[in-house]
């Protein structure tokens, strides 16, 4: 009840005290709230954000990515919500879609939100991101290769050694 009231209070420091309490005590039963309060894109979002980014809450990775889906330049705000739920995870197909858009700012945060999955849908994107002139992709192509498992990093290793001069 004392947490749910500072989150209501929307004193800044009650609302950051709070957040931050629930994320060490891992009180999965206040993500939603924290969510809504993050979405809401006022003062208190970024008192959430912190705490909310490092609590698990693989509850919420369906009902966000359907917010996602509907409107992509959420995901700018929100990519690092699915990099600890989707560990060693499969990419789900909504951010596998949105690697591919035309909006590069998109495209990055989609690649951002898979970081941690183990997926060999990755690998061909990872050898494309390889040769793409912008760095911030050929870093995301990097980073996704040290995650594949030995056949799939095998599979587009020649594609990726360019990147040792990097």
């Known amino acids: ?80 919500f699915f990099q600890r739920p989707l560990y060693r995870q499969p990419a789900h197909p909504v951010l596998l879609k949105l690697v591919s858009s035309e909006d590069k700012e998109i495209s990055d945060n989609a690649a951002r939100a898979l970081l941690e999955c183990k997926d060999r849908d990755l690998a061909p994107l990872a050898a494309k991101f390889a040769k793409d002139p912008d760095p911030r992709f050929r870093e995301l192509a990097a980073y996704w290769a040290s995650n594949m498992e030995p056949g799939d990093f095998k599979s587009i290793r020649e594609d990726l050694l360019p990147l040792l001069t990097d």
């Open 1 to 80: 009840k004392l947490l749910q009231s500072d989150l209501d209070s929307r004193d800044a420091l009650a609302v950051r005290l709070a957040a931050g309490t629930i994320s060490s005590l891992g009180r999965t039963s206040f993500s939603d709230k924290l969510l809504q309060m993050y979405l809401a894109d006022d003062e208190l979002s970024k008192e959430v954000w912190p705490p909310l980014l490092f609590m698990d809450h693989s509850d919420l990775v369906e009902p966000l990515l359907r917010k996602v889906e509907k409107d992509p330049q959420l995901l700018i705000r929100c990519a690092g």
